[in-house]
């Protein structure tokens, strides 16, 4: 069975910082673009970060670049969210994704290139 579990997440205060963690198990993703979205109470998924599969490429939504910082371990099939400064609007419950392609040079930010997603992590920071 393929998983992907986060883990890491809780209530902050405006400019503490959080690591999010994602263990993948059930098969390899070494190969696959993994990335992070988020969702907010009331409003639709959305990209927030990305890395090729070889971390030769990373992407990220304008609101948190310069902020988070999304990095990968292929021999621990692990992805991570490394997030600073963070902000009463990072609350969101955040999800760990694989691409369903394999070997790409370009993150894709569409919801619809994932194919395994994790059951998602809150994040709640107060301000």
């Known amino acids: 069975q393929v998983r992907l579990v986060e883990s890491g997440g809780g209530l902050v205060r405006t400019g503490d910082s959080l690591r999010l963690s994602c263990a993948a198990s059930?098969?390899?993703?070494?190969?696959?673009?993994m990335s992070w979205f988020r969702q907010a109470s009331g409003k639709e998924r959305e990209f927030v970060a990305g890395i090729t599969w070889n971390s030769g490429s990373t992407q990220y939504v304008d609101s948190v670049r310069g902020r988070f910082t999304i990095s990968r371990d292929n021999a621990q099939n692990a992805v991570y969210l490394t997030m600073d400064s963070l902000k009463p609007e990072d609350t969101a419950v955040y999800y760990c994704a694989a691409d369903s392609s394999v070997l790409r040079s370009k993150v894709q930010e569409l919801l619809a290139e994932y194919d395994y997603w994790g059951q998602g992590t809150q994040i709640t920071v107060s301000s």
């Open positions: 059930g098969r390899s993703f070494q190969y696959n673009t």
